[in-house]
């Protein structure tokens, strides 16, 4: 072996140390997440699934944009209040309850909501809850279709959380599903 191949194994082997060592310091300059705090987030079914998960809870108990959950409200509306969200990077996860509203209109921004929830809380699993339908505006809405809803969070990363809450009368009181859902949460964020 000349000089110029002990050189240049020399030079790879320096790299691969440097590299490394750069690598262990920069893991541990990320922000350690604060494993309590761990969010749902969206609309007027968040209450029941705060109530049902001891692992998981409101940011606040009264709804509104500083809360990033409040009845009636779609997607659209998660994503603008997420926006006004100060970057938190000790959030440990946030699960996302939204789509009920919107009719699980695969043509909401799903990707823009997402995108802004990973930049709020930079260091968070994303986990999705699917909504309910069978009742109001969403007496006709079909299991595929809020499926199809679904599959594009999962498509962005974002784990589901099953069962859904389904096709019922009306999600706004504790329906059993709840109990299902907090426990699957609970397991999950274990």
């Not at 060592?21 to 969010?39: E, G, S």
């Not at 594009?152 to 096709?167: R, S």
């Amino acid at each position: 072996m000349n000089r110029a191949e002990k050189n240049i194994i020399l030079g790879v082997a320096i790299s691969v140390v440097v590299g490394v060592a750069l690598a262990i310091i920069l893991r541990k300059k990320k922000p350690k997440t604060d494993k309590t705090k761990n969010y749902i987030v969206g609309d007027s079914q968040s209450p029941f699934i705060d109530r049902n998960s001891t692992r998981a809870s409101l940011i606040n108990s009264k709804g509104g944009k500083s809360s990033l959950w409040e009845g009636g409200k779609g997607l659209s509306w998660l994503k603008s209040a997420v926006e006004e969200y100060p970057v938190s990077p000790d959030v440990n996860s946030i699960i996302i309850n939204i789509g009920t509203n919107g009719g699980f209109n695969v043509r909401d921004d799903i990707r823009g909501l997402v995108e802004s929830i990973k930049s709020k809380f930079p260091n968070a699993e994303l986990y999705a809850v699917k909504g309910s339908w069978g009742w109001g505006g969403n007496k006709n809405i079909s299991e595929s279709k809020v499926n199809d809803y679904y599959s594009k969070f999962k498509e962005l990363g974002v784990d589901l959380i099953e069962p859904a809450i389904g096709k019922v009368n009306d999600p706004h009181g504790n329906l059993p599903v709840y109990k299902t859902i907090g426990a699957n949460i609970d397991k999950s964020l274990a």
